[in-house]
């Protein structure tokens, strides 16, 4: 007999404090699905992985007592995991070693794994990168703000000297800076001028990225889950502390419910299928005269803040799609207002 998907085991990998999964699980197990949520720094101490085809096929992760087949799962939501935790008395030698055999194995297990991923951490690896996104979002017909990358000092003082309208400095990954025993801090993107001429020799210490700033009328944080798009109208130009990037309040100023135009759906499931998405949360800058700019995709984004504000179902939308399993096709999109 045949197992339906809602038969099967929904793997979670997060880490332990995360309140975002929490709604999920608690929608999952109110429908009666059998889940085992994880963190991968479990990982040698409670967490095993096997993989044999001595005595049978057998592919498993133990526990704590808990056993996942993860040849019978319906879906795995590779969330937030952080990273392995070694054993204290390893020398550091020897746990970088460990941590390197492990990224393979785990890898490889995690990779053979055929169920629904939201999303498999190796397609995140590659979607995330964010020189990538802006060149397929480019090739796929998306305007995107012209891009300067660079380490190359003399080439950012011919930029911002040059320029006749703002450029602004934004960080490719997520702007965090982890200072020892103080709160992480955030770099929000940022219009730059004569400040950035006077420090440019700072640039040659990594890559840099700077853009033309794009006049505004609104923005749109799009939350995919699948074949579902929550799209929604950020009216950050209300706010001085909104305008050049929204992340600079908790809370912010929306703007009413509009359906992303089909020409805009088309070209995003252009580019979710060059980066291989089941979850996305996607940036668009919408100009006073009504294009679509593309800012960035993270394949991990935060959604649920648009649940608790706007009352949108998320949490029951992500249950649906790990319990439908895979593998997953893209197919007609559904657009969810507030």
């Not at 975002?20 to 889940?35: E, K, Q």
């Not at 890898?107 to 990168?129: F, K």
């Not at 103080?182 to 853009?211: K, W």
């Not at 990037?245 to 070209?267: F, I, Q, S, T």
Request: negative net charge; aromatic residues 10%; hydrophobic residues 40%.
């Amino acid at each position: 007999m045949t197992t339906s998907p809602s038969d099967r085991g929904i793997l979670i990998f997060t880490q332990d404090f995360d309140p975002t999964v929490d709604p999920v699980v608690r929608t999952l197990t109110a429908r009666g699905a059998d889940i085992v949520r994880v963190d991968l720094s479990y990982f040698p101490q409670t967490l095993t992985f096997t993989t044999s085809d001595f005595d049978g096929e057998r592919r498993r992760l133990l526990h704590r007592g808990r056993e996942v087949d993860l040849d019978r799962l319906s879906g795995v939501w590779y969330r937030r995991p952080t990273a392995f935790r070694f054993h204290e008395q390893m020398s550091e030698a020897e746990q970088q070693f460990a941590r390197n055999e492990a990224l393979h194995g785990i890898g490889g297990i995690l990779r053979s794994t055929d169920c629904l991923w939201v999303n498999r951490p190796d397609v995140d690896a590659v979607a995330e990168l964010k020189p990538y996104q802006l060149q397929l979002a480019k090739q796929v017909g998306m305007r995107v703000p012209r891009t300067l990358l660079t380490n190359d000092p003399d080439e950012v003082r011919a930029l911002v000297g040059a320029a006749d309208k703002p450029v602004v400095y934004k960080a490719l990954t997520g702007g965090v800076i982890h200072y020892p025993g103080a709160f992480p801090s955030g770099l929000y993107t940022t219009v730059v001028g004569d400040e950035v001429l006077a420090n440019a020799d700072r640039v040659q210490h990594t890559i840099c990225m700077f853009q033309e700033y794009i006049e505004k009328a609104y923005e749109v944080r799009l939350t995919v889950v699948g074949n579902t798009w929550f799209p929604v109208v950020i009216d950050s130009q209300a706010l001085p502390t909104t305008s050049v990037d929204w992340r600079g309040e908790n809370h912010l100023p929306y703007g009413p419910y509009k359906p992303l135009p089909d020409e805009v759906v088309a070209k995003t499931q252009r580019l979710l299928d060059h980066l291989g998405l089941v979850y996305a949360a996607i940036d668009f800058i919408v100009t006073p005269d009504g294009e679509y700019v593309f800012l960035e995709v993270n394949p991990g984004g935060q959604f649920m803040w648009l649940q608790h504000d706007l009352g949108l179902p998320m949490d029951e939308t992500i249950a649906d799609l790990l319990l439908a399993g895979g593998p997953f096709r893209r197919g007609e999109v559904t657009q969810v207002g507030y």
